[in-house]
């Protein structure tokens, strides 16, 4: 199975800071990875998909780069909706595996 | 408009069998796949299975000696059955569309206790 290491677990930010977390693939993915944001109460929410395509409706102050194995999810100037959980998954192979998650603080 | 739907009993006994449903609405199960995500309680996610649009099934190795999914197409229904449960498969079961996953359940909370 292919292993996602996330990073960091736990990020405290501010409004209107920029934050990154990272995502690693144990082996290559291509750029098969999402992006995913949780919030209690509400649906799961693809933000970003093929490592660095923004989801229809998804804000432009997120975007994801990488391919291959290291990925990443930056947000620029946090707005209050952005606090929640992230999630990535990797899609290239079977069985479709996701990291630990981060969760995103307000400092 | 897409939407998925889970069902089930919220409570089931260790050893027994879980069996939920999910129902589609606004698009075909004969032309997209459908997939179930579960997540312990305060954990990360699972993904379980899938059931392709022409009616394979792919299942996480570590749960396929117990798990089986199905389909009724006339009823656009997609069902997860699940057998010897224990504590530890406690969780919120999702069921999602393709990959990557645009379209979520709200999900269905599984708790297993006596």
């Known amino acids: 199975d292919v292993q996602m290491t996330q990073s960091p677990s736990y990020l405290a930010a501010s409004p209107g800071e920029s934050v990154s977390i990272s995502c690693k693939a144990s082996?290559?993915?291509?750029?098969?990875l999402a992006w995913y944001q949780e919030k209690p109460g509400k649906a799961n929410k693809l933000l970003i998909h093929s490592g660095s395509t923004l989801q229809s409706g998804t804000p432009s102050r997120f975007s994801g780069s990488g391919s291959g194995t290291d990925f990443t999810l930056t947000i620029r100037s946090l707005e209050s909706e952005d606090f929640a959980v992230y999630y990535c998954q990797q899609y290239n192979e079977y069985p479709y595996t996701f990291g630990a998650g981060t969760k995103l603080e307000l400092k | 408009q897409v939407q998925l739907k889970e069902s089930g009993p919220g409570l089931v006994q260790p050893s027994q069998t879980l069996s939920l449903t999910c129902t589609v609405s606004?698009?075909?199960?004969?032309?997209?796949?459908v997939h179930w995500v579960r997540q312990p309680p305060g954990k990360g996610l699972e993904w379980m299975g899938r059931?392709?649009?022409?009616?394979?099934?792919s299942y996480n190795s570590a749960l396929k000696s117990r798990l089986s999914i199905s389909r009724d197409t006339s009823k656009n229904q997609v069902f997860l059955k699940m057998n010897s449960l224990q504590t530890d498969d406690t969780g919120t079961y999702y069921c999602?569309?393709?990959?990557?996953?645009?379209?979520w359940g709200q999900g269905t909370l599984v708790t297993v206790s006596s």
């Open positions: 999602t569309r393709d990959a990557p996953f645009a379209y």
């Open positions: 606004g698009f075909s199960l004969t032309s997209y796949n």
């Open positions: 082996k290559s993915i291509s750029n098969n």
């Open positions: 059931m392709r649009y022409n009616g394979d099934t």
